[in-house]
Structure formats: C-alpha cells, structure tokens
C-alpha cells in the first residue's frame, strides 16, 4: 500500500489541482518545453524540473497522502498546557500543520511557487512533514518524490485532464487522503501549438488559487 497507493493519490489530487489553475499548467508546460523539448524525462532531468517538482510538492502540502499520524508517548510531557501520560497515543495531523495560519501564508491556496527553492528557505522545520517526521519517516521519501516528479512530466508533455463537469471532489481520509470513491476527469490531447504558446507567455510569480475543502 505505502508502495503505490499514497503516490496514486497524491498524483490525483495534483491533476485535479492543475485542472483548476490553468496559469499553472502553463506554466508547468513551460518547463517541461524548455527542459525536455518533447523527449521522455530521465533521472539526470529531476533536478532540472524546479517547477515541477514544487507543483506536487503543493499538492501534497494541501492534501498529504496520509493526513494522521499515530505516535505513542515514550515518557511523561506536557505539550502546550497539556500533560501528557507515558504510552498514550498522540496524533500528529500533517492535514492541520500544513493548512495551518500560523506557519503558512494563504494556506487553503494553490501556490507551488511557496516551494521554489528561493522561496523554501524561511519555512519551520516540521511546518511541512507529508512524508511522516522523526525516526520513522518514510523510507520511500526520496523514491515517492523522483517518481511523483517523472509521472508528471511524462503525462503533462502529452495530456490536459479536466475534471468533469458537476463532478463534486470531497476528501475522504481512510488511512491515505482519496478524492471520494472517484475523481471523473477528462483527458485531453495537448496539442503542439500549446507548447508554443506557452513557451513565450510571462507568468506572475505568484497568483492566489483557493484550494480549501473540509476533510470528512
């Protein structure tokens, strides 16, 4: 499951927040057109792909692929006010951290720009955790991420998806964040005048898209 269902998810939640943000889904055709020039991405290409990496990044700051985490106190701790009894079990929510007013600027909104590598520097350390934290964060990190990276570069080169008309996306948190039982989207070609298009458009550097459903 760790192996496969938390990147499908995630990779979900990305397309259906691209499909809303057409600026940046050009934007990310952009790079893709300058980086790639129509050729499949390989490994030596992940660092190269900035922009794409901070669209799923974004993604999953908004919808972590799995939103509670379970801990068990090792030892006595007051948190907050609140004392804390050895062997109690402690939730650690990424769905709250990661939304949260205090750590992040227009949190329910979709700006990947926030994880450009100029913008990252000032974030707190455990502000953003959708890998887990700790000693038990997730092995796969690293893995899930270059994967993540290459599936949208190679899908996004050659396809637009669309949600579906009237379709309504509610988050579901079953272990791992999905998108409902299902999220109907259309696939469309990308045409080749696309990539022209898109390769001589200036982008802002960043616009407020609002991105704020409530986890059921």
Partial sequence: MAGHETTANSLAWTWYLISQAPDVEERLHNELDRVLGGRLPTLADVPRLIYTRAVFEEAIRLYPPVP?????????EEIRGRRIRA???????????????????RPDHFVPE???????????KHAYIPFSTGPRICAGAAFGLTEAILCLAVLAQRVKLR???????????????????????????RAPADSVKSATRQHPPLVERAAGQQLT
């Fill in 114 to 124: 926030r994880f450009l590598p100029e913008n990252s520097l000032s974030r707190p």
């Fill in 68 to 76: 509670l985490l379970g801990r068990q106190a090792l030892h006595a």
């Fill in 87 to 105: 062997g109690s079990l402690v939730l650690v929510v990424p769905w709250l951290l990661h939304r949260h007013r205090q750590l992040w600027d």
């Fill in 163 to 189: 949600l579906a008309s009237g379709a309504l996306v509610e988050p579901v948190c079953r272990l791992t964040l999905r998108p409902g039982d299902a999220l109907p989207m259309l696939v469309e070609a």
